[in-house]
DNA sequence: CGACCATTTGATATGGATCAAGCGATGTGG
DNA sequence: CCACATCGCTTGATCCATATCAAATGGTCG
């Protein structure tokens, strides 16, 4: 009956209301702007939700370590995954009042947490950080115009894609270590998690890349990928 | 071989380089913000480009009268229309110096051409300019969230939900007169043409809507569409 | 009237979904 | 330390929604 995507039942737990608190730990990466100043670290377990769509949008996000995943879910439990984060990335900032998807950590991750009314406030006065916020606003924006792009392709080149986007955000080179699961994957790119697994299957076999473990991807020929890309 | 849209050729023609003129006739939709008092009406004719993918992104742009198509194309012509925009709306305000996508006019309509220089030194004293431009571009990014939901769900789900908006936009009550083709639509939801119409075929048979002629559409069981909608 | 283009309708093909089973890694309790 | 449950992933068989290919229809304009 539904095209792709799986169905899930509603987030496992969440334990955002004790707010943010120093990490015990020194994060991997270190805040310099004004604006992640006045953020606080913050640790999330694996699954757990940083926060929900249609929730009062207090806090931007900033991730430190780990992964990130945001995501819209259909009533009846289809999800489409917007956008993965990494260390460095920021995530969270609709201008309006209520995030538009749910945030949750992909494995155990470390995030600023950076209350929005002081940022906003100061946005007001110092025209640098209302141009950074807009910035990155837009920059999401090109982002989800090229998600959208995926979306239209055939498995391979959906797949292809991805594989490309993660090399380059996660090694720079063509050693993948994937954070996420298939399912993820599969809700990223609008499939199932077979045809992600068959898909990469049919790339190991044809030699364009390695699949070591199930989390580990080495792209032998990136050129075949870049092919496929459009 | 491809999962869905069509292939097009380039882009017809492409007269942007004449520049801002003021319009002959009142446009139906009267400027009032400090921003839109900085722009020049501009009169486009059916299928003209207004910008390019890529081109360097001088002007903001607002719909004066008309509708506008915004699409992105990948290397061998699928074609992905990003948004539709009618009077009142704005859009190419895209924070990088190059625009993301390319816009044409849907027939012939008026666009309210704005210089973003000045708009962009506006907004660098005036915080309320500045917050404008971040408040527009979050809920194009919204907006583009909620399109690829779009493009997860079913056919019928698909020209439910866009019949729906297209319902809410143009008229407000249930009679809706659509400016863009078959192909349009097509493009926009990641169907065919023939899937476009054999679905709406399906709901006129249903009774869900009537179908007087081809761009004219009554919706007659709007909770029909709703509960397709998810 | 006739040419043209957009749209609809019909027949068929197919990519990816679905249903189902197997497999390998990880962890748990006896 | 091993039997065994569990979980994530892969593989296989089949189905189906939508694409593709093709033709008919209908509206528009010279």
Redesign the interface.
Same mark, same amino acid.
């Given at each position: &009956?539904? #095209? /792709? @995507?799986t169905v899930h039942q509603a987030p496992l737990h969440k334990s955002f209301e004790r707010g943010p608190q120093l990490p015990a730990s020194k994060p991997s990466y270190l805040p310099k702007n004004p604006i992640e100043l006045m953020g606080a670290a913050m640790p999330f377990k694996s699954g757990e939700e940083i926060y929900g769509e249609k929730e009062q949008a207090e806090y931007f996000y900033k991730v430190l370590d780990g992964c990130v995943r945001t995501y819209?879910m %259909?009533?009846?439990g289809?999800r /489409?995954i917007?956008a993965f984060y990494f260390a460095g990335d920021t995530f969270g900032? $609709?201008?309006?009042d209520e995030h @538009?998807?749910s945030a949750e950590a992909i494995g155990d991750c470390k995030v600023l947490v950076i209350k929005r009314s002081p940022v906003v406030a100061l946005?007001?006065?110092n =025209?640098d950080v209302?141009?950074h %916020?807009? @910035?990155l @606003?837009? =920059? $999401?924006? =090109?982002r989800? /115009?090229e998600? &959208? &792009?995926l %979306?239209?392709? #055939?498995a391979q080149e959906r797949v292809a894609g991805f594989l490309l986007d993660m090399a380059r955000r996660l090694s720079g080179n063509d050693e993948i270590d994937l954070p996420m699961s298939r399912q993820d994957i599969a809700d990223y790119l609008?499939l199932t998690i077979e045809t992600v697994s068959r898909t990469l299957t049919q790339f190991e076999q044809a030699a364009t890349i390695s699949v070591p473990t199930s989390r580990r991807i080495i792209v032998r020929r990136r050129g075949t990928l870049l092919r496929l890309n459009?």
């Open positions: &009956m539904f #095209t /792709q @995507t819209k %259909l009533n009846d289809r /489409q917007g900032l $609709e201008a309006g @538009t998807a946005a007001a006065r =025209s209302a141009r %916020l807009w @910035t @606003t837009a =920059s $999401e924006l =090109s989800a /115009q998600h &959208m &792009m %979306l239209i392709k #055939t609008g459009s």
